[in-house]
């Protein structure tokens, strides 16, 4: 079992990345949403699976917090507020399609050629992954900045931390237990603030386009 870790791990950092590019590409709010959802449980295995090999409490610890929080309660909330706020579709996006896949392959060759020393000195079993790792986090920062709605944002931010937790479980087979507890706080607490924000903008534009945030600073001057 032991000796296919290491590929199983590598098959797992693969569908994360594969879900990135699909979600970077992906313009239905409700399949993005699914596609968050699936890159949260190839997370939650790919810890299981660390913490069973390396005998680490920690990693089930950080597995079952994700599961939890990003592949049960976060998509239920998300899937909860577009129905209320009834939004669908992301059309307006900085690049079209075709663009924005290009330029994602080349965050994802600059990621490896970033990661590529770092990984050589990693004696973990998964270290060969952080080029994935940072790849996906890459790929995250620029959906969230290539969308106009909130929504995506919200989980472009959500995918970055994934590709965060993923990273250190990569190099360092995870963080402690406190930090991981911490982090988990911090992104409930940012994904209900966030939730508020949507409401808020809602009733203000009657859109969730953040560029309309731009006529309140126009307002004010």
């Known amino acids: 079992m ?7 791990v590598n098959l797992l950092a693969t569908i994360i990345l594969l ?4 979600m970077i590409s992906q313009r239905r709010i409700v399949t993005l949403i699914n596609l968050f959802m699936l890159q949260g449980a190839a997370l939650v295995a790919a810890s299981f699976l660390l913490g069973y090999v390396t005998n680490q409490p ?14 049960i309660f976060i998509p239920w909330m998300l899937h909860r507020v577009i129905r209320k706020l009834n939004v669908r ?3 307006e996006t900085l690049f079209n399609i075709p663009t924005t896949m290009l330029v994602g392959i080349a965050l994802v060759i600059l990621a490896f050629s970033l990661a590529a020393p770092v990984s050589r000195l990693s004696e973990t079993l998964a270290g060969g992954s952080l080029g994935i790792a940072l790849a996906c986090i890459l790929l995250s920062f620029m959906m969230m900045i290539t969308r ?11 995918s970055m931390e994934n590709g965060l937790i993923f990273a250190a479980t990569a190099v360092t087979n995870g963080m402690p237990m406190i930090v ?16 508020v924000f949507m409401f808020q903008i809602r009733e203000k534009f009657d859109s969730l386009d953040i560029h309309n945030l731009e006529t309140l600073k126009d307002d004010r001057t």
């Open 148 to 158: 106009s709605k909130a929504v995506p944002q919200v989980i472009g931010f959500l």
């Open 180 to 195: 991981e507890f911490g982090v988990a706080l911090d992104v409930l607490v940012g994904v209900l603030i966030l939730g």
């Open 2 to 8: 032991i000796k296919f870790v290491p590929q199983i």
């Open 19 to 22: 879900l990135s590019f699909a």
């Open 89 to 91: 579709w992301d059309v």
């Open 58 to 71: 920690d990693l089930y610890v950080s597995g079952a917090l994700t599961l939890v929080l990003k592949v």
